[in-house]
């Protein structure tokens, strides 16, 4: 059983990096592949294996506290390794464990793939079981700001950007990402959507 890969980002899609590893490529699932670095420098993911009969994948994480939240999502029922991965891609661990705690079944509707039957399963499902991520005070501002109706580009760019900020892009960068794609958006677009587009602009510079 594979725990983490550390290693050069070899190659980046929408989906997943290719991670050479001494000489050798894992392709792994990642939330936000463009939060990655192409740079020389490696790069350490925490590695969820899974295996069923027609597949082999690796999912990789960038802390303990993401690969855990993977986990634990994939023991709600309706909720497989694809829209896990989303639920990571628009919000923080420490953002969806609060809001399963607080049963808030609208921030949680807000998450890609999430509808309101799965996220009352992941409330009853997960509630007890996920203990203190982070910080809570900070969770629940961070939920206060991704749910709220006035914020500029909708609920699905705020998530986004909250997510993006969890991975260490600045206020102006963001911004900046935001002035490059509002123009395209509909307002239809998933958080999960958002933070693509922003990534790949993010990563152009």
Known sequence: MIDFLRGRVAHLEPEY???DVHDVGYRVFTPNPY??????????????????????????????EEQFMFRKLLDVSGIG?????????????ETITAAIH?????????LPGIGRKTAQRMILDLKDKLGQVGSAAAAVELI?????SGLEG????????????????REAELDRA???????????ETPDVLMKQALQQLFQG
């Open 17 to 19: 990096v290719v991670l």
């Open 35 to 64: 939060g990655l670095s192409r740079s020389e420098d490696s790069v350490l993911l925490f590695i969820h294996h899974h295996v069923r009969e027609d597949a082999i994948q690796l999912f990789g994480f960038p802390t303990r």
């Open 81 to 93: 390794p694809k829209v896990a991965l989303g639920v990571l891609a628009g919000g923080r661990p």
């Open 102 to 110: 607080q049963e808030n079944v609208n921030f949680l509707t807000k």
């Open 144 to 148: 206060e700001a991704a749910t709220s």
């Open 154 to 169: 909708g609920s699905g760019w705020a998530a986004a950007r909250e997510a993006l900020a969890g991975l260490g892009y």
């Open 178 to 188: 935001w002035f490059a794609l509002k123009d395209r958006v509909t307002g239809d």
